[in-house]
Antibody, heavy 116, light 107 residues
Framework: EVQLVETGGGLVQPGKSLKLTCATSGFTFSNAWMHWVRQSPEKQLEWVAQ??????????YYAESVKGRFTISRDDSKSSVYLQMNSLKEEDTAIYYC???????WGQGVMVTVSS | DIQMTQSPSSMSASLGDRVTITCQASQDIGNNLIWFQQKPGKSPRPMIYYATNLANGVPSRFSGSRSGSDYSLTISSLESEDMADYHC?????????FGSGTKLEIK
């Protein structure tokens, strides 16, 4: 059974940092390209970032809204993908999901609230 | 960036109705589009891959089609369990972009 569990969310002040973790199981993680997607309180979905596999040199891609502030990474030995979020803004408030390349499996999401 | 213009933003339909939701792409995306269903409090679920291919386990009343730059999700005969939000996603080009979503309610 495929499982994805996102952790690391919470309430943080603007300008601060947070690191999300997505722990996975049930599929061959090392071959899988992974995405982070977020959903605003207004229910709008936004693609955030992608990381490819080792065979693709772990290439990364970002939405313009997070480029330079967020960093996606992975640890194949732990079947986990991460999202380091720096210089957080109120507009980063959302539920953050991880999902693999085929979009077939999603975690339950983790809430990030940026507010003073 | 490729803009995905989704319509309508919300709609109400009766059980048994035929329902169509559309996403218009601002640039050519080929058939690189996925339709998702999202029920309240749940994560998105892919319904249609590559514009027209039904995902595993999705009822056959759902279908996807393309006409030029317009991509449609159709429910041939609406059932109560279809009440949900629907989103399209283009993955032809970075940044990947979602439509603005459609809230489907049952009359």
């Amino acid at each position: 059974e495929v499982q994805l569990v996102e952790t690391g969310g919470g309430l943080v002040q603007p300008g601060k940092s947070l690191k999300l973790t997505c722990a996975t199981s049930g599929f061959t993680f090392s071959n899988a390209w992974m995405h982070w997607v977020r959903q605003s309180p207004e229910k709008q979905l936004e693609w955030v970032a992608q990381i490819k596999a080792k065979s693709n040199n772990y290439a990364t891609y970002y939405a313009e809204s997070v480029k330079g502030r967020f960093t996606i990474s992975r640890d194949d030995s732990k079947s986990s993908v991460y999202l380091q979020m720096n210089s957080l803004k109120e507009e980063d408030t959302a539920i953050y999901y991880c999902t693999p390349y085929n979009w077939a499996y999603w975690g339950q999401g983790v809430m990030v609230t940026v507010s003073s | 960036d490729i803009q995905m213009t989704q319509s309508p933003s919300s709609m109400s339909a009766s059980l048994g109705d035929r329902v169509t939701i559309t996403c218009q792409a601002s640039q050519d995306i080929g058939n690189n589009l996925i339709w998702f269903q999202q029920k309240p409090g749940k994560s998105p679920r892919p319904m249609i891959y590559y514009a027209t291919n039904l995902a595993n386990g999705v009822p056959s009343r759902f279908s996807g089609s393309r006409s030029g730059s317009d991509y449609s999700l159709t429910i041939s005969s609406l059932e109560s369990e279809d009440m949900a939000d629907y989103h399209c996603l283009q993955y032809k080009q970075y940044p990947l972009t979602f439509g603005s979503g459609t809230k489907l309610e049952i009359k």
